[in-house]
């Protein structure tokens, strides 16, 4: 069974940073699409960051580009999100996903991401989320 549990969130001022991690188990790392979305009450869920972990392409929302990075640690089966420069529109509850099937190209991350995916290369398997909250 997949499991994706996130750590790191919590409050800070605008122009702080955060660290948020997402530990995955029984999940197979490689080849795969990985992601963080996040949501804010009466909004739709936004995505964010997305990584292709084969060939560590990566894809960013407009929003968070230049501010946020996405990683990987392969061995320790664990995704990175390092936040910079946060402001206050970046309070949310933040969830990474992960993709069941093997994509067909990176870019599969990345429409999956934007919600252009097909319906077959989605991300299906999500944590629990973490709130961050930005105070200005």
């Known amino acids: 069974r997949v499991q994706l549990v996130e750590s790191g969130g919590g409050s800070v001022q605008a122009g702080g940073s955060l660290r948020l991690s997402c530990a995955a188990s029984?999940?197979?790392?490689?080849?795969?699409?990985v992601a963080w979305f996040r949501q804010t009450p009466g909004k739709e869920r936004e995505g964010i960051a997305a990584i292709y972990t084969s060939r560590i392409h990566t894809f960013y929302h407009p929003s968070v580009k230049g501010r946020f990075t996405i990683s990987q640690d392969n061995a320790e089966n664990t995704m990175v999100l390092q936040m910079d420069a946060l402001k206050p529109e970046d309070t949310a509850v933040y969830y990474c996903?992960?993709?069941?099937?093997?994509?067909?190209?990176?870019?599969?991350?990345?429409?999956?991401?934007?919600?252009?995916?097909?319906?077959?290369?989605?991300?299906?398997?999500w944590g629990q989320g973490t709130q961050v909250t930005v105070s200005s």
């Open positions: 029984g999940y197979t790392w490689n080849s795969k699409c």
């Open positions: 996903a992960a993709m069941s099937r093997i994509p067909r190209f990176p870019n599969d991350c990345n429409y999956a991401l934007n919600g252009h995916g097909d319906g077959v290369f989605e991300y299906d398997y």
